[in-house]
């Protein structure tokens, strides 16, 4: 299912008259205030709409809007996974684990472009347990998804490695994003992901920003 992801912000008619004021002792380098401000808070709202998207696509707990009273909820690719899955048992993440993973996947999918995730400490863990094996991760020189990734080099493939804080500690997982793809609800008449003003009340101008999302994570055996 796709999950409401909303956001809202509001410009005052004081904030939208002091565009490109400056504070104080005017100095060289010196930020204005935005032209724009409207341009300017939806910006930074689209950054932290990426982050909760980003959140939920990884954590997400399915549930099935049935009534006006309860939410729909996307599923997120840890809790997707139910066909390959390893219990490290509280041992630090090391380079053995992530290859029996990786020959556990070679018998029902393709091993390329796998990425793995995981909390920087965990990551910090797989480097010092590869260097402990006269073994290095080859520095980040090519991007997935635009994201540029660290190389570990195993005997059942070659995986990337990304820190990433959204995960719960203690918890990696190894992804094919090559099957993964954001899905869309557009709404008609406005669109999949969109800005909406809001009713007005007062001296000020509220705005909202709106769309419905979820995963598409293809075959749940294709990652660990």
């Given at each position: 299912?796709?999950?409401?992801?909303?956001?809202?912000?509001?410009?005052?008619?004081?904030?939208?008259?002091?565009m490109?004021?400056?504070?104080?002792?005017?100095?060289?380098?010196?930020?204005?205030?935005?032209?724009?401000?409207?341009?300017?808070?939806?910006?930074?709202?689209?950054?932290?709409?990426a982050?909760?998207?980003?959140?939920?696509?990884?954590?997400?707990?399915?549930?099935?809007?049935?009534?006006?009273?309860?939410a729909?909820?996307?599923?997120?690719?840890v809790?997707?996974i139910?066909?390959?899955?390893?219990?490290?048992e509280?041992q630090?993440?090391?380079y053995?684990?992530?290859?029996?993973?990786?020959?556990?996947?070679?018998?029902?999918?393709?091993?390329?472009?796998?990425?793995?995730?995981?909390?920087?400490?965990?990551?910090?863990?797989?480097?010092?347990?590869?260097?402990?094996?006269?073994?290095?991760?080859?520095?980040?020189?090519?991007?997935?998804?635009?994201?540029?990734?660290?190389?570990?080099?195993?005997?059942?493939?070659?995986?990337?490695?990304?820190?990433?804080d959204?995960l719960?500690?203690?918890?990696?997982?190894?992804?094919?994003?090559t099957?993964?793809a954001?899905?869309?609800?557009p709404?008609?008449g406005?669109g999949?992901?969109?800005?909406?003003?809001?009713?007005?009340?007062?001296?000020?101008?509220?705005?909202?920003?709106?769309?419905?999302?979820?995963?598409d994570?293809?075959?749940?055996y294709?990652?660990?």
């Amino acid at each position: 299912v796709c999950q409401i992801c909303q956001d809202t912000l509001g410009i005052s008619y004081g904030k939208m008259s002091s565009m490109g004021q400056l504070s104080g002792v005017n100095i060289a380098g010196q930020s204005a205030n935005p032209q724009n401000e409207l341009d300017f808070q939806v910006g930074v709202r689209m950054k932290k709409v990426a982050k909760d998207v980003e959140a939920t696509l990884l954590n997400g707990v399915y549930q099935d809007g049935l009534y006006d009273d309860v939410a729909y909820k996307t599923k997120g690719i840890v809790n997707a996974i139910t066909s390959i899955v390893a219990d490290a048992e509280g041992q630090p993440l090391g380079y053995w684990m992530v290859a029996t993973l990786l020959r556990e996947l070679a018998g029902n999918a393709p091993v390329s472009n796998l990425v793995l995730m995981a909390k920087g400490i965990n990551i910090l863990q797989l480097n010092a347990d590869a260097l402990a094996n006269h073994m290095t991760v080859i520095p980040s020189s090519r991007t997935v998804n635009g994201i540029a990734i660290d190389t570990l080099v195993t005997p059942f493939g070659s995986i990337g490695l990304m820190a990433n804080d959204f995960l719960a500690d203690g918890v990696a997982v190894i992804v094919n994003p090559t099957v993964c793809a954001p899905v869309y609800m557009p709404v008609p008449g406005k669109g999949s992901f969109f800005l909406e003003q809001l009713a007005k009340t007062g001296a000020a101008e509220t705005w909202q920003l709106y769309g419905q999302i979820g995963l598409d994570f293809g075959a749940e055996y294709y990652h660990a």
